[in-house]
C-alpha cells in the first residue's frame, strides 16, 4: 500500500483545510486509515481515524475536525475547521487493519506541512 498525502499550507487562525490522502497498490476498503501528526519538537500524535467501526479523534480535534473517506477513489481526508496556532503540524495519513491500534500503524504516506499563523 503506497499513501499520498496532500492538501498542506498555510493559513491563519480561524480558517480552514482540507487534507487528502490517495491510497494504491491495493484497495483500502477493509483497512482502518488514520491522520497523525508532529509538531516540531513534539512527539508523533494521533489525530483521527476512520474505519467500518467507525470513527475516533483526539480530544484536541473534536467538534473541529472531520474524518470521511472515498472508497471509490481509495481516499481519506481530513476536514480541518476552527484551526488554531496549535495545530501547526506535518500531517501524516496511515493505514492498518487493526482498529484497536492507537499508533505505529502499518503503512504511512510522506507528510504534509500545516501551518497556523496567529
Known amino acids: 500500500v503506497q499513501l499520498q498525502a496532500s492538501g498542506g499550507g498555510l493559513v491563519q487562525a480561524g480558517g480552514s483545510l482540507r487534507l487528502s490522502c490517495a491510497g494504491s497498490?491495493?484497495?483500502?476498503?477493509?483497512?482502518?486509515l488514520g491522520w497523525f501528526r508532529q509538531a516540531p519538537g513534539k512527539e508523533r500524535e494521533f489525530v483521527a481515524a476512520i474505519s467500518w467501526r467507525g470513527t475516533r479523534y483526539a480530544d484536541s480535534v473534536k467538534g473541529r475536525f472531520t474524518i470521511s473517506r472515498d472508497n471509490a477513489k481509495n481516499t481519506v481526508y481530513l476536514q480541518m475547521n476552527s484551526l488554531k496556532p496549535e495545530d501547526t503540524a506535518v500531517y501524516y495519513c496511515a493505514a492498518d487493519q487493526n482498529w484497536a491500534k492507537r499508533d505505529n500503524y502499518h503503512y504511512w504516506g510522506q507528510g504534509t506541512l500545516v501551518t497556523v499563523s496567529s
Open positions: 497498490g491495493r484497495t483500502l476498503t477493509t483497512y482502518v
